[in-house]
């Protein structure tokens, strides 16, 4: 059974970058599976922010485009977040997720987040 | 983008009771339309993907319906665990979108 367990700094500085990283245990990121994050702002519903395949193919979402980048490291067996340029709303609890590779997209698994806060 | 809009926001219900939260999309998505539950401190969890699949190992007081741009999520029996977060997702096409969420909360 996969498990995702999503880790890196919990405070960030204005202007500064967001790093996560999401573990992937109990089955390979090299499978055929898109990897996802998630994230949820204080008091405001789920953000879908992006993809990516084992391949390093990727998808974003465009309001976050030009600053994030999702990346696979399939020696780690991990996927990682990077999110440029931050301020004060891009504070949130963010989730790591695995897209089902059957046909309706939707994520079967997911971690328990990490909540990230820009501040100085 | 897609909009979801869910309603309720929040409800409140006792153990026992039956609920219904609804989701409408702001254009057809088919039946691209995924249910999680969300508790703090714990991992969502996806109860109904296609508008009316039940996810393994879901239980069965879980009910999706609905197509195109109106949807529906059926809880009856509720029990106890059962009182959390519920949230739609649309994944007709990205970016992928979800309702603002519904509270359930007990009576």
């Known amino acids: 059974q996969v498990q995702l367990q999503e880790s890196g700094p919990r405070l960030v500085k204005p202007s500064g970058t967001l790093s996560l990283t999401c573990a992937v245990y109990?089955?390979?990121?090299?499978?055929?599976?898109?990897w996802t994050w998630v994230r949820q702002p204080p008091g405001k519903g789920l953000e879908w922010i992006g993809e990516v395949y084992h391949t390093g193919s990727s998808n974003y979402n465009p309001s976050l485009k030009s600053r994030v980048t999702i990346s696979v490291e399939v020696s780690k067996n991990q996927f990682s977040l990077r999110l440029t340029s931050v301020t004060a709303a891009d504070t949130a609890l963010y989730y790591c997720g695995r897209r089902d590779p059957g046909f309706y997209y939707y994520l079967d698994v997911w971690g328990k987040g990490t909540t990230v806060t820009v501040s100085s | 983008d897609i909009q979801m809009t869910q309603s309720p926001s929040s409800l409140s219900a006792s153990v026992g009771d039956s609920v219904t939260v609804t989701c409408r999309a702001s254009q057809s998505i088919g039946s691209y339309l995924n249910w999680y539950q969300l508790k703090p401190g714990t991992a969502p969890k996806v109860l109904i993907y296609a508008a009316s699949t039940l996810e393994d190992g879901v239980s069965s007081r879980f009910s999706g319906s609905g197509s195109g741009t109106e949807f529906t999520l059926t809880i009856s029996s509720l029990q106890p665990e059962d009182f959390a977060t519920y949230c739609c997702q649309q994944s007709f096409m990205t970016p992928y979108t979800f309702g603002q969420g519904t509270k359930l909360e007990i009576k």
């Open positions: 109990g089955g390979p990121v090299r499978n055929n599976n898109w």
